[in-house]
């Protein structure tokens, strides 16, 4: 995918979406047992609307066609099934890219999640997501009403500048996660926003709080922390993003 900074996030989420999947089927690179949140069944996939300079799935979301493994719902669930089992988690997630692209692959996380429920009924899943999608197409919030699904969402800016700068997408968008936030929240959907504690200072974050409650978001703001491989250092350093910490 050509890419040229700032781009348009509805674009790239619609090429996107094009490459990772085949009709019901998503790319995914990996299914793994990870330490996250006491421990949980994790799938990796790739493909992402935003192109944040801290990823440290950065070349994976950037060239995703790259991979070549396709999974269908049942295999994506049945694998996450099998770690959680061997493991003894009742905890599930996708990660490592953006899981809502559109509705073809809004549909393929439902069934996954379908599958997950009627499997272990009392698991959670969790859903890491930039929230973009479900911000700009609100009325689509209605298809993710389950019980036990938490929605994380990763904000990546505390301001229009800031957003731009980190996710290299044009800065009148940065006001969607926060309505996905807000509508997920008024649907009875468990969401909270998470920040890159590293990137930003004090009066940066309580500058985002503010934000935050306009939008009358009213929840604890989760704090992420970088995972400094060399290209994630190299990446900040070539967009000028400096490590700042809370």
């Not at 905890?91 to 899981?99: A, V």
């Amino acid at each position: 995918m050509k890419l040229f900074l700032p781009f348009d996030p509805i674009k790239r989420a619609e090429q996107s979406e094009h490459l990772v999947m085949r009709d019901k089927k998503r790319l995914y690179y990996r299914f793994r047992a990870a330490p996250y949140y006491g421990g949980i069944a994790t799938a990796d996939g790739v493909g992402c609307c935003f192109l944040c300079a801290y990823c440290w799935n950065y070349y994976r979301n950037l060239f995703p066609d790259k991979c070549n493994r396709f999974y269908s719902p049942q295999q994506v669930a049945y694998n996450l099934l099998k770690i959680a089992r061997k493991k003894y988690y009742r905890l599930f997630r996708i990660t490592g890219s953006e899981p809502i692209l559109g509705e073809k692959t809004l549909e393929h996380v439902v069934e996954v999640i379908k599958i997950i429920f009627s499997e272990e009924p009392r698991s959670v899943f969790i859903l890491e997501s930039n929230g973009f999608f479900l911000g700009y197409k609100p009325d689509l919030i209605k298809k993710l009403k389950f019980k036990n699904l938490w929605i994380r969402v990763s904000l990546k800016g505390v301001d229009k500048e800031s957003f731009e700068h980190i996710s290299g997408a044009k800065k009148e968008f940065f006001h969607y996660p926060l309505i996905a936030i807000r509508e997920l929240r008024r649907q009875g959907i468990k969401a909270w926003p998470a920040i890159m504690g590293d990137l930003f200072r004090e009066q940066d974050i309580n500058r985002l709080k503010a934000t935050l409650a306009e939008y009358n978001i009213h929840t604890e703001l989760e704090f992420e922390f970088l995972e400094k491989y060399p290209f994630v250092l190299e990446n900040l350093s070539r967009r000028n993003i400096s490590i700042k910490r809370i």
